[in-house]
């Protein structure tokens, strides 16, 4: 299975972005917890947002900006990020958790792949 992140860029505070995470080698399912990490300059990767079924779930800081949605038929993740402010700057990685359950989605060892990731960087 392989992950591959695209999409990011620079972009001016209050703009917009939309990553995509393109899933080959096995088709996705609803099932599958599909998710968004981040790791910023100096600091640890974190979780920004999963989907499993339809259920979405986001970390506090992009609650309202961000939208985590996919297409299975594509086998296809996305991200769109708007509002972006500088703190967003970081590179993002998709994951893919074929077993993770609903009550543990956030840590990044629940998910078994991972994209190479694609760097978001927001001017001031």
């Known amino acids: 299975v392989q992950l591959q992140a695209s999409g990011g860029g620079l972009v001016q505070t209050g703009g917009s972005l939309r990553l995509s995470c393109a899933v080959s080698?096995?088709?996705?399912?609803?099932?599958?917890?599909m998710a968004w990490f981040r790791q910023a300059p100096a600091k640890e990767r974190t979780f920004v947002a999963a989907?499993?079924?339809?259920?979405?779930y986001y970390t506090d800081s992009v609650k309202g900006r961000f939208t985590i949605s996919r297409d299975n038929a594509k086998n296809m993740v996305y991200l769109q990020m708007d509002s972006l402010r500088p703190e967003d700057t970081a590179v993002y990685y998709c994951a893919a958790g074929p077993s993770v359950i609903q009550s543990s989605l956030r840590p990044q060892n629940a998910y078994a792949y991972w994209g190479q990731g694609t760097q978001v960087t927001v001017s001031s």
């Open positions: 080698g096995r088709s996705t399912r609803s099932s599958d917890a």
């Open positions: 989907v499993k079924y339809s259920y979405t």
